[in-house]
């Protein structure tokens, strides 16, 4: 079930915007993207969702593009704490989400 | 976090014991969800439940069982362990808003050794 693709890490500079993308160019209409995070150790934390149009939250911003096959999470000012696992997910039947291996965020100072 | 708790968080266990571990919510979410984490595969569910006394299987249940007696709580049960079962085991809930989006919530898991 592995519905998207993203790069298995990136880095960033503190201060600096984190542009995330993920590829999911079998979307179907009425599936959602979601984004989760996964702090060391920690259980993954829900950030934002979005079918259609941008999205934006206290955590991040959630860019689709219009044909919907791409996406990019945005975490503005990157903290030292936003390096985690970032993962994609999409899905139409929210009640089981499916996670694949996410990205691995390093932010540095 | 809050609302949703993991019990142990830690366990060393032997080769062949039955072992259950416990996940206790607060928050009265329809869903809940056992996931195992090993490096290499990420988050593979095992088992959820959409009710009490209502669980079906996920991506890896072979050598798990489950049971919901109480909406709050979702046992998961290792009925002989194995040391390919030793993994982080992560707990969810999840219940659906007025527009159908289910946010999951995670418990902080728990580490489970099969020596």
């Known amino acids: 079930d592995a519905k998207t693709t993203q790069p298995p890490s990136m880095d960033c500079a503190e201060g600096r915007a984190a542009n995330l993308p993920c590829n999911h160019s079998?979307?179907?209409?009425?599936?959602?993207v979601y984004w989760y995070r996964q702090i060391h150790s920690q259980g993954p934390q829900y950030i934002i969702h979005g079918l259609k149009n941008n999205e934006t939250n206290e955590m991040a911003s959630l860019i689709i593009t219009e044909d919907r096959k791409s996406s990019t999470l945005i975490l503005p000012h990157a903290t030292l704490r936003d390096t985690a696992v970032y993962y994609c997910?999409?899905?139409?039947?929210?009640?089981?989400?499916?996670f694949g291996g996410g990205t691995r965020l390093m932010v540095k100072p | 976090d809050a609302g949703i708790t993991q019990s142990p968080r830690h366990k060393v266990t032997e080769t062949g014991t039955p072992v259950t571990l416990r996940c206790h919510q607060t928050e009265n979410h329809r869903y809940m969800y056992w996931y195992r984490q090993d490096p290499g595969h990420g988050l593979r569910l095992i088992h959820y439940?959409?009710?009490?006394?209502?669980?079906d299987k996920g991506e890896v249940s072979d050598g798990y069982s489950v049971s919901r007696s109480k909406t709050e709580d979702f046992l998961l049960t290792l009925e002989s362990a194995t040391s390919s079962q030793t993994s982080v085991y992560f707990c969810a809930i999840s219940e659906p808003d007025r527009g159908g989006i289910y946010g999951y919530t995670f418990g902080s898991g728990t580490r489970l050794t099969v020596v």
């Open positions: 079998t979307i179907s209409g009425n599936e959602y």
């Open positions: 439940s959409y009710g009490v006394k209502d669980t």
């Open positions: 997910i999409v899905n139409n039947a929210g009640n089981m989400l499916t």
